[in-house]
């Protein structure tokens, strides 16, 4: 177990956002923890190309596996300051067409990152009375987008959950905020139709999508140097929503 230097845990770690978030954290000076689910062979690569870094799993829809997350880090770690909420989950599909269980699996994820985030803070962040906790949220979840209600209602409230959450820990040095991409180039969006693409394009003043790494530098940003920046959403986005 090494206590030296600073642990970054970055949920979905292995691909798209996450893996670079891990990449800007990393040169930042942390020691990362990259979480996944299903996607280990990207994650331990990733993890295997940062200094000191290891990779830890579970699936976020269940407490059990997040329990078992948190055993885990104590083991490898013993600590964690900066924590990335940034693992999230999709359905495309019109409400009319979407059953129940495609619901709960994108609704899943709020529960998941409320639960873990709170053993985050009695586990580690608490008892060391300092953190960053940054979650990934969307714009979607402040414009809205047909065909994405459960995802929608998710990522509006992982921005609520960010604004309590930081009135919650007042006093202490533990801050929380969101930020919120825009439409960015990963696996995510690639399976987004054509046609849905060009329409998107057309809405965002920097007409192009962003990069994932562009999410990540302020990401990073927050985690490190953002020492007054507290229970805020920033987007990053080229232009198409201001909050
Ligand atoms: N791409 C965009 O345009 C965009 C825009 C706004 C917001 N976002 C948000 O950015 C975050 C990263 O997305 P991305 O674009 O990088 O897509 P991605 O590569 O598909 O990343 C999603 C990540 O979430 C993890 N995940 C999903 N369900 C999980 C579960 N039940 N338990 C644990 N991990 C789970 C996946 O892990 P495994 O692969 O290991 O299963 C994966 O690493 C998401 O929260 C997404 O909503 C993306």
Not at 23 to 30: D, I
Not at 108 to 115: D, K, L, P, Q
Not at 160 to 186: M, Y
Not at 230 to 241: E, P
Request: a negative charge; aromatic letters at 6%; hydrophobic letters at 40%.
């Amino acid at each position: 177990m090494s206590d030296e230097r600073p642990v970054a845990l970055v949920t979905g770690g292995g691909t798209g956002i996450g893996a670079a978030c891990c990449r800007a954290l990393a040169e930042e000076g942390f020691r990362l923890a990259v979480h996944y689910r299903s996607s280990e062979e990207s994650a331990r690569k990733l993890a295997e190309s940062l200094p000191d870094a290891f990779t830890t799993r579970a699936d976020l829809a269940s407490g059990e596996e997040i329990d078992a997350l948190i055993a885990d880090l104590k083991e490898k770690a013993g600590r964690v300051d900066v924590l990335v909420n940034n693992a999230g989950y999709n359905v495309n599909a019109p409400m009319l067409s979407m059953g129940l269980d495609d619901y709960d699996a994108v609704a899943g994820m709020a529960r998941g990152t409320w639960y873990l985030t709170k053993l985050v803070l009695r586990r580690f962040m608490l008892r060391k009375k300092t953190g960053r906790i940054v979650n990934i949220s969307s714009v979607v979840g402040h414009t809205g987008n047909p065909g994405q209600i459960p995802y929608t209602m998710v990522k509006a409230g992982l921005d609520a959950f960010t604004k309590s959450l930081s009135q919650e820990l007042a006093g202490r040095d533990i801050l929380v905020n969101s930020v919120a991409p825009g439409f960015i180039d990963t696996e995510m969006t690639t399976e987004l139709p054509e046609e849905v693409k060009a329409a998107i394009l057309s809405r965002i003043p920097q007409q192009r999508m962003g990069s994932a790494d562009e999410v990540a530098d302020v990401v990073a940003f927050l985690a490190t140097r953002a020492s007054y920046v507290n229970g805020s959403v920033v987007h990053v986005n080229g232009g198409m929503f201001g909050g």
